[in-house]
């Protein structure tokens, strides 16, 4: 069997698990990041790069790269009056927060995967190996001393390590081989997720997210540079039943939420266009053992609720690689370093899944069981007539509670990431 040895092994290449790679390999720590696939090109993945993650990109010299991948900058969140007279409400203003991070920037997620990664193989000490997944966790008594691997070819392996951080999403193998088990908090809807093209008269429309609620429906359209990206919310296990209506039903379904779709709902050929999420909301009591760390969505399952999924699980990894390196580099990293990181990022994951959970209850659950569709009429006046109060939502999305600086280990000048 192969045998090697790394300070480090993250399993799972997404953006907490390359974003740590990235800070742990600019401190000098040898890490090696296992990705499963062959790429990163899956679709309907989370594609919101908040204003905290934008800063992060500056302090690192990473900023000037990413303003030129292929982006949009999406606008307040807004929704129609319920008497469809006036201008639609402004829930959450942008504007009002403090220039240049005053916005949230759509990029395709495997665009993003690919330039934390060509920068992060700058980097002497860091290494990827892509189709290579995490198969059990190596233990010597009750601490993790690394993991064995297993290639597409079938190849088997195994890397010792100092540790071992699980960055492999809500369904973790990692977390699963180390008995942590999440506590699950209930959600009452999945998501379906389908794109729809926008016409050539549309193209001058600004990137926007809007929401359309009635009586049992909730659908949502991310405008994207060159598609619509379209959320249909529906009933916690309801799939099958909806698939079972078939594509004409769906169709329908969506042109009567708007009307101005039903011109393009015939891009979508078969229900095999429809993506379920199977949408969750838990977190981890215990992020660690020895030897072993969970962050990003292997330690607490996000809700789709204001896109802030991969934000956190970003900030994770920032507060990791500030608290682990010097422990890590000292050979002196212990279980206590590790509670650390979770103390750290427990507060800000419990803020944010408690507002996803009010957002669930005033929101959700009374739009799909049809007794008060969309937000409540003194949520809407409020933000109506006291328009300051528009930048507290914003400020939630945008920034969050708690961003993380980068480390000074890991900055850079403008332009030299």
Same mark, same amino acid.
């Given at each position: 069997m192969n045998a090697t040895h790394k300070d480090v092994i993250i399993a799972g290449g997404g953006p907490a698990g390359l974003m740590l790679g990235l800070l742990l390999a600019r401190a000098g720590v040898e890490v090696e990041v296992w990705e499963k696939h062959a790429d990163y090109l899956r679709d309907?993945?989370?594609?919101?790069?908040?204003?905290?993650?934008? $800063?992060? &990109?500056? !302090? &690192?010299?990473?900023? %000037? /790269?990413? @303003?030129?991948?292929?982006?949009? %900058?999406?606008g307040n969140f807004t929704v129609p009056r319920p008497d469809g007279e006036g201008p639609d409400d402004i829930l959450a203003d942008f504007d009002r927060l403090k220039p240049p991070y005053d916005h949230i920037a759509m990029v395709p997620q495997w665009d993003f995967l690919d330039f934390l990664t060509e920068h992060a193989q700058r980097e002497p000490t860091f290494s990827l190996r892509m189709e290579t997944e995490f198969v059990e966790v190596i233990r010597e008594g009750d601490r993790c001393v690394g993991a064995r691997w297993r290639a597409a070819d079938g190849t088997v392996g195994e890397t010792r390590s100092a540790l071992l951080v699980g960055c492999d999403g809500r369904s973790s193998r990692v977390r699963e081989q180390a008995g942590l088990h999440p506590v699950e908090y209930e959600v009452p809807f999945d998501t379906w997720w389908f794109r729809l093209p926008r016409l050539a008269d549309e193209q001058s429309m600004p990137p926007a997210l809007v929401p359309i609620f009635r009586p049992g429906e909730l659908l949502l359209t991310l405008v994207r540079t060159d598609y619509l990206q379209v959320a249909y919310f529906t009933d916690k296990g309801a799939d099958a039943r909806l698939r079972a209506e078939g594509l004409e039903r769906f169709r329908a379904r969506v042109a009567e939420l708007r009307p101005d779709f039903a011109d393009r709902v015939d891009a979508l050929t078969s229900m095999d266009?429809?993506?379920?999420l199977d949408v969750r909301l838990n977190r981890l009591p215990r992020w660690h053992r020895e030897g072993l760390l969970c962050i990003g969505d292997a330690a607490h399952a996000m809700s789709p609720a204001g896109g802030v999924g991969i934000n956190l699980a970003i900030q994770d990894a920032v507060a990791a690689a500030r608290l682990l390196a010097g422990p890590l580099l000292s050979g002196a990293l212990t279980e206590r370093a590790l509670a650390r990181v979770q103390r750290r990022r427990m507060w800000p994951t419990k803020v944010l899944q408690a507002g996803q959970r009010v957002l669930q209850q005033v929101i959700f659950v009374r739009t799909l069981d049809?007794?008060?569709? /969309?937000?409540?009429?003194?949520?809407? &006046? @409020?933000?109506?007539?006291?328009?300051?109060? $528009?930048?507290?939502? @914003? &400020?939630?999305? @945008?920034?969050?509670?708690?961003? !993380?600086p980068a480390p000074a280990f890991a900055r850079r000048p403008a332009g030299e990431g």
């Open positions: 309907f993945r989370g594609d919101t790069v908040h204003a905290s993650t934008i $800063r992060l &990109l500056d !302090e &690192l010299g990473l900023g %000037e /790269g990413f @303003a030129a991948l292929p982006q949009s %900058e999406l266009d429809v993506h379920l049809g007794s008060r569709p /969309g937000p409540p009429q003194i949520f809407r &006046l @409020a933000m109506r007539h006291v328009p300051p109060l $528009r930048k507290l939502p @914003a &400020l939630a999305i @945008a920034i969050g509670p708690r961003p !993380e």
